[in-house]
């Protein structure tokens, strides 16, 4: 099975600090994503990459960068985390995009930002 | 923006009742997708199923697709406890490069 894992599951930090979400996935996937997901919202894309160090961005990547440095590792940063930031954070990879493959996710980050 | 919509917004059910859910959307898509979220943990895929495919089973899961109404439903029969859950749809547009767009989702609750 497909295992993606998300560093934390929990973190509070404090308006302004830059914020570093970690996920790596096992199975050689091309592509990674960031979801958010907020009540009432659904889950909503801010970044994908679909090769080493190549990134699109999504519907709401204003606040976002990302890095991915190797084809495991895929990394969201929060340059200067802000109260309307905090929310549930996703990763999810896929073998071949999603038009021919499904995604596979982790269990989520639930960001506090104070 | 949101292409998928799941109705109803919540869902009670009895064990061994049928659960039935919708989703409809606006454009065009390659396929869409159905995922179960556990309270506070990520999702899990359910179901695939291509524009040009009507109808897909999956053990105790059925899912039917009309892209003329565009729109998807999930059935779940005889349903368990272990059910419970929310329920998301997931469109893949065509045109729409490697973005799922997902659904605000179904909450599921079997009852004993």
């Known amino acids: 099975d497909v295992k993606v894992t998300q560093s934390s599951r929990y973190l509070v930090k404090r308006t302004g600090e830059k914020v570093f979400l970690e996920c790596v996935q096992d199975?050689?996937?091309?592509?990674m994503f960031w979801y958010r997901q907020d009540p009432g919202l659904g889950l909503r894309l801010i970044y994908f990459?679909?090769?080493?160090?190549?990134?699109e961005k999504g519907d709401i990547p204003e606040g976002y960068s990302v890095s991915r440095e190797k084809k495991e590792r895929f990394s969201l940063i929060l340059e200067s985390a802000s109260t309307n930031q905090t929310s549930m954070y996703l990763c999810?990879?896929?073998?071949?995009?999603?038009?021919?493959?499904?995604?596979?996710f982790g269990n989520g980050t639930r960001l506090t930002v104070t | 923006s949101q292409q998928g919509e799941e109705d109803p917004q919540a869902l009670s059910i009895q064990e061994g009742e049928n659960a039935t859910m919708n989703c409809s959307y606006k454009t065009s898509i390659n396929n869409l997708q159905w995922y179960r979220q556990n309270s506070g943990r990520g999702l899990v895929h359910l179901i695939l199923?291509?524009?040009?495919?009507r109808e897909k089973h999956s053990g105790r899961l059925r899912v039917t697709l009309d892209t003329s109404k565009k729109s998807s439903s999930l059935l779940i029969t005889a349903s368990r406890a272990a059910d419970t859950a929310s329920y998301f749809c997931?469109?893949?547009?065509?045109?729409?490069?490697?973005?799922?767009?997902f659904g605000t989702g179904t909450q599921l609750k079997v009852e004993l």
């Open positions: 999810a990879s896929s073998l071949s995009g999603v038009r021919n493959s499904p995604l596979h």
């Open positions: 997931a469109t893949a547009p065509t045109g729409g490069g490697n973005k799922l767009t």
């Open positions: 990459s679909y090769d080493v160090k190549m990134k």
């Open positions: 199975m050689d996937h091309e592509n």
């Open positions: 199923i291509r524009s040009n495919e």
